[in-house]
């Protein structure tokens, strides 16, 4: 296993995935499990949530829910070709997780401290990136390929009929995962210098 800033920086967003993956779904659920509970939340309210998906379930998402809201606001058939085309590399993917934050937290800490009352939702998205990263980097260092997608709020009403999930949980993020062709990664190499970002003062 490497350490955590060569996990970081080998992570990169992998957009050919294979629909299985190299290790069993238990674990994938066991670290899962583990990355959620271990990722820090604004006054651990906790309000971070998440779904996962495998096999049909898996399917039913991107080749139903999330074709079908993308074909309603397609501006041709020709477009929604294109898009369709796409959406099928997410679903060839071995599983899906979807992140929620559970407003029920988020109303509770806003009632709690009105003072604070508009800085609560930004925290509850910091949290779920947080989170986010964290399960991205988790993944990664497993030999897992994955990357972020936001179809919400398209796909939001739909996703949480599918699944029987609280009216509470705002969905913030889809990440695919699954084995990928490492001869051949997909991910953004290009990074700006840290010079150009970081600044040092006192030393
Ligand atoms: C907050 C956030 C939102 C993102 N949303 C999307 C998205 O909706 N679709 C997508 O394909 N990639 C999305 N990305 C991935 C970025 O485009 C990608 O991480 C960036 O280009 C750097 O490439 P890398 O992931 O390969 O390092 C998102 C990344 C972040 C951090």
Known sequence: MTDLITTLEARHSQYVLQGTSQISDDELVDLINRVTVAV?????????????????????LWNGIVKDALHKV?????AFAKTSAKIDTFAAAHGTILFFDDMAGTQQLSQQFPLYADTFPIYAEQSLGMLQMAM?????????????????????DAVRKEFKLSPNWRLS????????????PTGTLERM???????????
């Not at 991205?136 to 939001?156: C, M, T």
């Not at 889809?174 to 001869?183: A, K, L, R, S, T």
């Not at 210098?193 to 030393?203: E, L, M, N, S």
């Open 40 to 60: 820090p939340s604004a006054f651990n309210i906790q309000s971070q949530r998440v779904a996962v998906i495998f096999g049909d379930e898996h399917k039913k």
């Open 74 to 78: 397609a501006a041709s058939e020709e």
């Open 136 to 156: 991205w980097a988790a993944l990664s260092e497993r030999g897992l390929g994955a990357s972020l997608q936001h179809y919400n709020p398209l796909i939001d």
């Open 173 to 184: 993020a889809q990440m695919p995962f699954g084995d990928f062709d490492i001869e051949h």
């Open 193 to 203: 210098a840290a010079t150009d970002r970081v600044k040092v003062f006192g030393r």
